[in-house]
């Protein structure tokens, strides 16, 4: 098998995120996103991995690899993504989170739904949890936690104005991370010599694909999870990324 660059995007919120469309339904933002040219896409709601299996045979019907987890806001309020090569993984990662999550009832009057569906629609569920709060651990122990379970541990959008590395801490702290996503050039802080991401944090359906990343894989759409996933994970040790910012 020859090495081809992959166009992945690895950081998207289903109608399972609050601050997130109704509309997004795994099977839709997968379909949004084989239509943009995306290869690899990973589901990452808020604090919770409920909507992956149906994300997981989306991906199936739909031609597109796909990767599991979440988006975890750590006690520092800042974002970071844990990804799992199987929905298996991202379930019991999401049973992790939940059991330190803030018992603080959803207002979904004020908020939106939080909606937990199959590959077709189907409501299966309302997470009656609120699911944007900070849970009680640390980023230390969510890193640590990540890398013990073999998942990728990403800090998220790190150069925004709210919920990152740079508006939270201002520095990276002493933590070997998978790599980290960014928006824009230049990056406001000292990246550490990290190989470098960007996806579209898609909450809208018009916005899956809009900011992606490439790198080479001898992978395709028959390949195994692990395969996919490993895949990933030596390209970001590599440093082989192309960055698509601007998508």
């Given at each position: 098998?020859t090495?081809?660059?992959?166009?992945?995007d690895?950081?998207?919120?289903?109608?399972?995120s609050?601050?997130?469309?109704?509309?997004?339904?795994?099977?839709?933002?997968?379909?949004?996103?084989?239509?943009?040219?995306?290869?690899?896409?990973?589901?990452?709601?808020?604090?919770?991995?409920?909507?992956c299996?149906?994300?997981a045979?989306?991906?199936?019907?739909?031609?597109?690899?796909?990767?599991?987890?979440?988006?975890?806001?750590?006690?520092?309020?800042?974002?970071?993504?844990?990804?799992?090569?199987?929905?298996?993984?991202?379930?019991?990662?999401?049973?992790?989170?939940?059991?330190?999550?803030?018992?603080?009832?959803?207002?979904?009057?004020?908020?939106?739904?939080?909606?937990?569906?199959d590959?077709?629609?189907?409501?299966?569920?309302?997470?009656?949890?609120?699911?944007?709060?900070?849970?009680?651990?640390?980023?230390?122990?969510?890193?640590?936690?990540?890398?013990?379970?073999?998942?990728?541990?990403?800090?998220?959008?790190?150069?925004?104005?709210?919920?990152?590395?740079?508006?939270?801490?201002g520095?990276?702290?002493?933590?070997?991370?998978?790599?980290?996503?960014?928006?824009?050039?230049?990056?406001?802080?000292?990246?550490?010599?990290?190989?470098?991401i960007?996806?579209?944090?898609?909450?809208?359906?018009?916005?899956?694909?809009?900011?992606?990343f490439?790198?080479?894989?001898?992978i395709?759409?028959?390949?195994?999870?692990t395969?996919v996933?490993?895949?990933?994970?030596s390209?970001?040790?590599?440093?082989t990324?192309e960055?698509?910012?601007?998508a």
């Amino acid at each position: 098998m020859t090495k081809t660059d992959i166009r992945a995007d690895i950081h998207n919120h289903s109608c399972l995120s609050p601050c997130g469309d109704l509309s997004a339904s795994p099977v839709r933002i997968v379909e949004r996103a084989a239509e943009r040219g995306i290869q690899l896409m990973a589901l990452t709601d808020h604090n919770s991995a409920r909507n992956c299996p149906a994300f997981a045979e989306a991906c199936r019907r739909s031609g597109v690899m796909a990767l599991f987890g979440t988006e975890t806001t750590s006690m520092e309020e800042v974002h970071i993504l844990s990804i799992f090569a199987t929905v298996e993984e991202a379930l019991s990662w999401g049973e992790w989170i939940y059991d330190r999550l803030p018992d603080y009832r959803h207002d979904p009057e004020k908020f939106g739904d939080q909606v937990v569906v199959d590959v077709d629609e189907t409501i299966l569920d309302f997470e009656e949890r609120y699911l944007v709060p900070a849970i009680e651990a640390s980023l230390e122990e969510i890193a640590a936690e990540t890398i013990r379970r073999n998942g990728l541990i990403i800090p998220a959008h790190i150069d925004r104005s709210a919920n990152s590395m740079y508006s939270q801490l201002g520095f990276l702290p002493d933590i070997r991370f998978s790599a980290l996503e960014i928006t824009r050039r230049p990056v406001p802080m000292d990246t550490i010599g990290h190989t470098l991401i960007c996806d579209s944090d898609a909450h809208f359906l018009d916005d899956v694909g809009r900011r992606s990343f490439r790198f080479p894989g001898e992978i395709t759409v028959e390949s195994t999870q692990t395969e996919v996933f490993a895949a990933l994970a030596s390209a970001l040790v590599a440093g082989t990324t192309e960055l698509s910012i601007d998508a």
